[in-house]
């Protein structure tokens, strides 16, 4: 009788997964159901809403849905792609409510309402910050799929939520996608924040926070490009009552016109250009940008002493500065036409020579070459000795001019006694 052969078998120990290692199906719906419930129970009562949020944060997983959580306290709902609410297959179920930012009043009171109930929220569950800034890095990018009342109301939120230090301002950089800014959606979205903001806050704040973002700089890219230009910038801005910010953006457009200026300066002096080539490029520059002279005679005199290299022998530098700067007198001359230009001028050698201490006993000689070139008036160096000087090296320097201040004043008398 022939023996039947046992079939090889796998022996080993099985092992079970353990519940809690067991991974959780996603279901934001599950989630959004849930929320919905709590919400409308809630009703419009907002400290009820957050109260119901604060306890449902710990049954419910904010860690993994938070981005349904945001959606829904701003919009009412789950957003698909392109701002719209998501569908939901069953018609009957409720998948939406009225307890959020798009479905609430239109005015400012309100919103800060809702706005005081996300900075609850993240301050409870230090984990959602980053979430909420997603989220309106998100929302940013949806607001075509908004209609223009909820558009508005999304602009008063991320300024209050800005303004407070929930989110960053760079989260408006995501507004210039090249549809929003075409149809200039991202012009007036950026305009109802700005005066949103004014409404509380200051210019000064809000151009801070514009700065910090680097969005001072491109307030030009929310416009559509057809009418990018400083005009239909300053015409936008005045029609939205937003004047103050103008100061801010003229300076920040004049910095960079200096800048680019002094580029242009220093490049000329580098080829060695006659001063009549560069008198001409820098009139250009002032009547065009609208430059005060005090800023261009800083401004030539920076861009005289950077072009050397300077003897790093005390004794000799005197020398080397003082034929460097005969030749360009003509130039500095030429932008010092008014009083306010020579002073600005003259304190300015005066740090110059504080910052440069190989300058330090070169400053009279500086001075006394200026004046007799006619760069400097002799009522300006008066002015300067009496009161205008600044505070750096002050006594040094005050105590090398004394003796061609008291020769001038000694003239001036002089000159007096003899009318």
Aim: include cysteine; charge should be neutral.
């Amino acid at each position: 009788m022939s023996q039947k052969n046992e079939k090889p078998t796998l022996s080993g120990q099985r092992i079970k997964t353990r519940k809690r290692d067991e991974k959780e199906k996603y279901d934001p719906t599950g989630f959004r159901d849930a929320i919905l419930q709590g919400l409308n129970e809630a009703g419009s009562d907002l400290e009820a809403v957050y109260k119901f949020l604060d306890s449902a944060g710990s049954k419910l997983d904010y860690r993994r849905y938070g981005e349904t959580l945001f959606d829904i306290l701003l919009a009412g709902g789950i957003l698909a792609p392109g701002g719209s609410l998501a569908a939901e297959a069953d018609p009957s179920k409720v998948s939406h409510t009225d307890v959020c930012i798009f479905s609430a009043q239109d005015n400012l009171e309100t919103l800060k309402s809702y706005a005081q109930v996300f900075t609850k929220l993240i301050r409870r569950y230090k984990y959602l910050e980053k979430t909420l800034e997603d989220e309106f890095k998100k929302v940013m990018v949806f607001l075509k799929g908004f209609t223009p009342e909820e558009r508005r109301k999304l602009a008063k939120v991320t300024s209050i939520l800005v303004a407070g230090g929930q989110i960053p301002a760079s989260v408006l950089a995501n507004t210039l996608q090249d549809h929003l800014v075409r149809d200039g959606i991202a012009l007036e979205f950026i305009m109802d924040v700005f005066q949103a903001w004014l409404v509380d806050k200051d210019s000064t704040s809000l151009w801070g926070a514009l700065r910090k973002a680097g969005l001072d700089t491109r307030l030009l890219e929310f416009f559509p490009v057809s009418k990018r230009s400083q005009e239909n910038l300053i015409a936008t801005f005045k029609l939205h009552g937003l004047t103050q910010l103008l100061e801010y953006q003229k300076a920040q457009e004049n910095s960079f016109v200096k800048k680019e200026l002094q580029q242009q300066v220093f490049t000329r002096l580098k080829e060695k250009a006659s001063v009549k080539e560069i008198i001409p490029i820098v009139k250009e520059y002032m009547i065009k940008y609208s430059l005060p002279e005090p800023d261009v005679a800083v401004l030539l005199w920076t861009s005289l002493m950077a072009i050397v290299e300077w003897n790093k022998k005390e004794e000799l530098v005197a020398e080397q500065a003082l034929k460097h700067l005969r030749q360009y007198t003509s130039l500095l001359s030429a932008f010092t036409q008014n009083a306010k230009a020579e002073l600005a001028l003259l304190v300015k050698v005066q740090e110059f020579c504080y910052d440069n201490m190989n300058f330090m006993k070169v400053f009279q000689k500086i001075v006394v070459l200026l004046y007799k070139t006619d760069v400097l008036s002799e009522d300006v160096i008066l002015k300067w000795y009496k009161a205008a000087h600044s505070s750096k090296g002050k006594s040094v320097f005050l105590d090398q001019m004394k003796r061609f201040v008291e020769w001038l004043q000694n003239a001036e008398e002089e000159s007096e006694g003899e009318d």
